[in-house]
């Protein structure tokens, strides 16, 4: 059974950093196609970032220039660098994960396609 835990969130005043985790469990197969997703109050979950089974990676353009996706395949890992926070990143940030995929525009994407999600870390701004 895949197992995403994420971690590192908090809160932050606008421009500050925070960095993101998420442990992932239970596959070997480093072809997986990873992403972060968050959705705030009132609002639908959507794409941040992602990392294609390529290795490429697609950011939406509200987080462009802001936030770094990364991932260790040898840890089993996937981390979100993110920087010069605004208010309106304050949401709850999901890891997700899905092994048919293969590549995706994660500011287009229909989350509902990824198959194995955590619980969840929250990130409040304030200013």
């Known amino acids: 059974q895949v197992q995403l835990v994420e971690s590192g969130g908090g809160s932050v005043h606008t421009g500050g950093s925070l960095r993101l985790s998420c442990a992932a469990s239970?596959?070997?197969?480093?072809?997986?196609?990873m992403a972060w997703f968050r959705q705030a109050p009132g609002k639908e979950r959507e794409g941040v970032a992602a990392?294609?089974?390529?290795?490429?990676?697609s950011y939406a353009d509200s987080v462009k220039g802001r936030f770094t996706i990364s991932q260790d395949n040898a840890k089993n890992t996937l981390d979100l660098e993110m920087n010069s926070l605004k208010l309106e990143d304050t949401a709850m940030y999901y890891c997700?994960?899905?092994?048919?995929?293969?590549?995706?525009?994660?500011?287009?994407?229909?989350?509902?396609?990824?198959?194995?999600w955590g619980q969840g870390t929250q990130v409040s701004v304030f200013s």
């Open positions: 239970g596959y070997t197969d480093s072809k997986y196609l």
């Open positions: 990392i294609n089974s390529d290795g490429t990676t």
């Open positions: 997700a994960a899905d092994p048919t995929l293969t590549s995706v525009v994660i500011g287009k994407v229909d989350p509902s396609i990824f198959v194995y």
